[in-house]
């Protein structure tokens, strides 16, 4: 006996009935085609993480084609077995999926996790934007300030040349300080909206997953008796 049962191969096979048409089940060569790389605007491929593509034990790449033979086998092998010996079998596969269900929620746990990550990147990338974002203010409060200074020096430059050269060298000065942290406030715009962007799809890629894991956690709890019985 090869301890194939109905319940295990027809759980298997309602699994991918009902896997949605974009997430058909593949071999395990993974011959069918991947998702693509995230991208956001300009072209810039989003930094990914773990979970972008979907869990491990429920995403869409989780799932083994079909074997139609191996499925007859299983129906033949089922008529086959004895009330004990079905009794047996399910209890085996009980356990299975006792086990496997404990590592799809411990999955969930690390993809949550993940998710809470991401979010944290944000979070500082945004603090230190709102830093940049003060600083280029203080600086353009001094920059009117001297450029204030900077014109009253250039109308008193015959009588004041030196105080028109320590202003001029001192407006020189905050201008570039100006750009510098302007460069700066725009870089932390930009990674805060890549980050935002892998994390609204973290956040969908989640609640997909939640939902596939729900079907699947409850494909698991299933009858234990065989369907032959």
């Given at each position: ?8 191969s ?42 972008v ?18 499925a007859?086998?299983?129906e ?35 993809e949550?996790?993940?998710?809470a ?29 001297q450029?204030?200074?900077f014109?009253?020096?250039e ?36 990674r805060?909206?890549d ?35």
């Open positions: 006996m090869y301890g194939i049962s109905t319940p295990a027809t759980r298997r096979a309602n699994t991918t009935a009902n896997a949605p048409p974009s997430k058909k089940a593949t071999s395990l060569g993974r011959s069918g085609s991947r998702r693509s790389a995230h991208t956001m605007g300009e072209g810039r491929v989003m930094p990914t993480s773990a979970f593509g979907g869990a491990g034990t429920t995403g869409p790449m989780a799932f083994a084609e079909q074997d139609e033979m191996m007859s086998r299983g033949e092998a089922q008529a086959s077995l004895t009330p004990k010996q079905r009794s047996r079998v399910d209890k085996v596969e009980a356990q299975n999926g006792k086990r496997l269900s404990k590592i799809i929620r411990q999955e969930g746990k690390t949550k996790q993940a998710l990550i991401a979010i944290n990147e944000l979070d500082d990338l945004q603090k230190f934007q709102k830093n940049a974002i003060k600083s280029e203010a203080r600086l353009q409060a001094n920059h009117s300030k450029v204030i200074t014109k009253k020096s109308a008193a430059f015959l009588s004041a040349k030196m105080r028109y050269d320590m202003a001029q060298a001192q407006l020189n000065a905050e201008v570039e300080a100006l750009e510098t942290l302007r460069n700066n406030a725009r870089e932390a715009t930009e805060m909206q980050k935002a962007a892998e994390v609204d799809v973290l956040r969908q890629t989640l609640a997909m997953d939640e939902r596939e894991r729900e079907v699947k956690l409850a494909q698991l709890r299933g009858p234990r008796k065989g369907l032959f019985n």
